[in-house]
């Protein structure tokens, strides 16, 4: 099959490009009719892959590729390392070299055989490429967290209007440690709960090197920067580096808040709102290149009185009710709970049971765009839970109490806070 040309300048004015093909007399191979227990090429759900880095393809592309409802037909990337990994990989897997290669994701998104797209791009493109790829008609999967409150408001608006099944992608949901933890505190086994407790890795562990290199060849560090302000190449700016800086992230309490934070909201049964109060306190790099927290403690107030403690750390947590308490040390860390009897409760049948899927949130996402049901970790709840860090990280950087109102989604009385809940895009980019 040979594809049509995409004009780039019609796809960024919101027409939608699609691929003309040509058939030709071919051989049919069973599995492509389903046979043999396989699903039929006509059932699949294709997916194209932004962003193969690291996660990229250790986690998303690799749990995607098992599935014998989805195919991998493009990977996406503006480091040409990455991109030959992520295309490899998948021609490995289906043993042929049929995978398509871009570095711009406009061209993935302009192709019209693809129904999904897998987004693991640094924070401050996840927003931006979600929708895109909504407004040209693709379901998705994006890494989380947002870069700001105000993207991540419009992108639920986006979604919403756009009809698209989408998964802010973590798979905590499935695990069940903290799966049978939120059921336990949801169903009453440690009374009413009244303290929440995170910790979160801490770091960076340097300040990073601002002294501006060359840039390596073929990587489009143009693209990379893309809507955040211009800045000049060095190492220690991309890649896994870039959590360490505000422009493209907010540090560990976005990163791994988005997994903890999430289990917090999860099991205090807050998941569509979020606390009135934020008091954070933090520990800076005053010289070099980062300038997220390394050290941190963030006290939250919701409107009932419950009180939740973030401080970096072990990855933790906990929760504390008036009858015990529940929790975890260390990532997926072994459950225990005070009296010990709580963790040999049974969950009735007419008690609460969250929604999860045990296979993950791929597994989850391409059974939600099947069915058209909301995924486990849909926008709003995911927006509602990196509330939670930004707001942390507005407090710290103020170094002030503030007053949040979540329904509205703004600070109260504080017109320089209120400015932090968005930022402007370099242009051309823009949402």
Known sequence: MKERQINRRRFLNETLGVSAAIGFPCLVQASALGKAGAVAASERITVGFIGTGSHGIAMNLKSFLPQPDAQAIAVCDVDPVHLQQGRDTVNKKYGNNDCATYSDFRDVLARGDIDAVMISTPDHWHVPISIAAAKAGKDVECEKPTLTIGEGRLLCETMKRYGRVFQWSTEDRSVDVYHRMCELVRNGRIGKVHTIRVELPSGPDTPGDPTPMPVPEGFDYEMWLGPAPWAPYTKDRIHWNFRWILDYSGGMLTDWGAHLLDGAQWGNDTEHTGPV????????????????????RIEYKYADGVRLIVTSGTPSLRFEGSEGWV??????????AEPASVLDSKIGPNEIHLYTCKGGEQRNFLNCVKSRKDCYFPPEIGQRCFTIAHIGNIS????????????????IGDEQANRMLSRTMRSPWRL
């Open 277 to 296: 109060e934020v008091e954070g306190k933090g520990k800076f790099w005053r010289d070099g290149l980062y300038n997220t927290a390394k050290e941190y």
């Open 396 to 411: 710290m950087l103020l170094g002030r109490k503030l007053k949040w109102n979540p329904d509205n989604e703004c600070f």
């Open 327 to 336: 929790g975890n040390r260390g990532w997926r860390g072994k459950l225990h």
